[in-house]
């Protein structure tokens, strides 16, 4: 059978047991490669080398407040697959033929944590005599292998690129990384039930910003990807896998998939008018409502894979032998944030919520010219007051 011609674009089938020989063709070219994972009952990016470190067989159920891995219990049908999430039951239907890899939605990590880490030392020195010698601060920036990228991630990175590297002064730490970076998506085949990609035009397919997407299609007894190349790195990756070229059936069967994801959606934000709209509602009473029930705990920024504050703090080990400066994120929700030469200029849930959210979606636009939210979900599933973006939004637009 004639290769396909690998150009950005072009569509190759790969069969799920070639998934291996991706992963390892990677490795062999000096990626460390992270992907989803399943650590303590949620799907994290760690390390991956084999298949079976992916999350095989598991779903989510996600909701505000709410993330709950289940194993699947797969119905499949030609060219889609429909998952349904029935707990013990499923364990005893889903046979590992039957079992997709892909099958959640995101989870508490994005990939924030490797291009832009929670943690870096960007100084420090040891005492020699009477002074201080300034020591490396033995950063990693090794090649590294985004697997199994969501097409609101691809967004987030889009996002991070040109806050943190794209803009007037770029983050050097982050440029490090980013320069190092190889990406395979792989494109949405249910909706989780916190995401409102689709209405942010950022999912859930991947239609930017990778090396190579996927597109996991379990049909029958038949499990393949059809993979989509996306830059000449990618092109290179996959020219020495066993691929054949996608059918018309098999890219149908994958645009379905796609499809069905985004129709599944149950939340959206019209984000239409939406900075003005804020802008013009710094008084509404909506504030009030929500900073009644806010912790100000900051889960959401933390979870947010666009949030990218951070601060920095000067310490000295307990004898005095070495000193270090340390950048670690921070988050608009605490109150050291804010703390300038005459105080602390949000000392309010109420203001700080606001400052959060018209961020994201108002005067991000004004600095980015970009919205700083991706639609991924994970601040209302991992807010412990249930708070909904969405629905905060909605209310403040039905009377604004
Ligand atoms: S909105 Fe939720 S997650 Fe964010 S600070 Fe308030 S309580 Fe915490
Ligand atoms: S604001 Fe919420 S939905 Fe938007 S990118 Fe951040 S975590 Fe995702």
Same mark, same amino acid.
Request: charge should be positive; hydrophobic fraction near 40%; proline fraction near 4%.
């Given at each position: 059978?004639?290769? =396909?011609?690998?150009?950005?674009? $072009?569509? +190759?089938?790969? #069969?799920? %047991?070639? &998934?291996?020989? /991706?992963?390892?063709?990677?490795?062999?070219?000096?990626?460390?490669?992270?992907? =989803?994972?399943?650590?303590?009952? $949620?799907? +994290?990016?760690? #390390?991956? %080398?084999? &298949?079976?470190? /992916?999350?095989?067989?598991?779903?989510?159920?996600?909701?505000?407040?709410?993330?709950?891995?289940?194993?699947?219990?797969?119905?499949?049908?030609?060219?889609?697959?429909? &998952?349904?999430?029935?707990?013990?039951?499923?364990?005893?239907?889903?046979?590992?033929?039957?079992?997709?890899?892909?099958?959640?939605?995101?989870?508490?990590?994005?990939?924030?944590?490797? &291009?832009?880490?929670?943690?870096?030392?960007?100084?420090?020195?040891?005492?020699?005599g009477r002074g201080f010698e300034p020591q490396t601060t033995g950063a990693d920036v090794s090649k590294l292998a985004l697997f199994g990228v969501r097409a609101c991630d691809l967004q987030t990175i889009a996002v991070l690129d040109r806050v943190l590297m794209n803009g007037g002064h770029a983050d050097s730490a982050y440029k490090a990384r980013r320069e190092k970076v190889f990406v395979v998506a792989v494109n949405c085949a249910r909706a989780g039930g916190t995401c409102f990609c689709a209405s942010m035009k950022t999912g859930p397919k991947a239609t930017h910003g990778f090396d190579l997407a996927m597109t996991e299609v379990l049909d029958g007894k038949r499990h393949?990807?059809?993979?989509?190349?996306?830059?000449?790195?990618?092109?290179?990756?996959?020219?020495?896998?066993?691929?054949?070229?996608?059918?018309?059936?098999?890219?149908?069967?994958?645009?379905?998939?796609?499809?069905?994801?985004?129709?599944?959606?149950?939340?959206?934000?019209?984000?239409?008018?939406?900075?003005?709209?804020?802008?013009?509602?710094?008084?509404?009473?909506?504030?009030?409502?929500?900073?009644?029930?806010?912790?100000?705990?900051?889960?959401?920024?933390?979870?947010?894979?666009?949030?990218?504050?951070?601060?920095?703090?000067?310490?000295?080990?307990?004898?005095?032998?070495?000193?270090?400066?340390?950048?670690?994120?921070?988050?608009?929700?605490?109150?050291?944030?804010?703390?300038?030469?005459?105080?602390?200029?949000?000392?309010?849930?109420?203001?700080?919520?606001?400052?959060?959210?018209?961020?994201?979606?108002?005067?991000?636009?004004?600095?980015?010219?970009?919205?700083?939210?991706?639609?991924?979900?994970?601040?209302?599933?991992?807010?412990?007051?249930?708070?909904?973006?969405?629905?905060?939004?909605?209310?403040?637009?039905?009377?604004?």
């Open positions: 059978m004639a290769r =396909p011609s690998l150009e950005n674009g $072009a569509q +190759v089938v790969l #069969e799920r %047991a070639a &998934l291996q020989h /991706l992963l390892d063709a990677l490795r062999q070219r000096g990626y460390r490669v992270v992907g =989803p994972t399943v650590r303590e009952n $949620a799907v +994290v990016f760690d #390390e991956v %080398a084999r &298949l079976e470190d /992916l999350p095989i067989g598991w779903t989510d159920e996600q909701g505000a407040g709410t993330y709950r891995l289940k194993k699947q219990s797969d119905k499949t049908r030609f060219g889609a697959v429909v &998952l349904s999430v029935d707990g013990v039951a499923s364990e005893k239907t889903a046979g590992p033929s039957g079992q997709t890899i892909f099958g959640y939605a995101t989870g508490p990590q994005s990939l924030k944590k490797f &291009l832009h880490p929670a943690e870096i030392c960007v100084w420090k020195a040891k005492r020699r393949y990807f059809v993979v989509e190349v996306g830059s000449k790195a990618g092109a290179a990756v996959l020219s020495g896998l066993p691929h054949a070229p996608a059918q018309k059936a098999e890219r149908e069967a994958a645009a379905r998939v796609v499809t069905e994801a985004a129709q599944q959606m149950g939340r959206q934000l019209d984000v239409a008018g939406i900075k003005e709209l804020l802008y013009r509602n710094y008084e509404h009473p909506r504030w009030d409502d929500v900073a009644a029930r806010c912790l100000t705990c900051g889960n959401c920024t933390m979870v947010c894979p666009t949030c990218f504050c951070n601060t920095i703090e000067d310490a000295t080990d307990i004898a005095g032998t070495e000193a270090r400066r340390v950048r670690k994120w921070d988050s608009c929700f605490t109150l050291a944030f804010t703390y300038t030469h005459f105080g602390n200029i949000r000392m309010s849930p109420r203001s700080r919520y606001r400052q959060w959210l018209t961020h994201k979606l108002g005067w991000w636009v004004d600095q980015f010219d970009m919205f700083g939210c991706v639609g991924c979900g994970r601040c209302i599933a991992w807010c412990p007051a249930k708070i909904d973006l969405t629905e905060e939004v909605s209310k403040v637009v039905a009377s604004g």
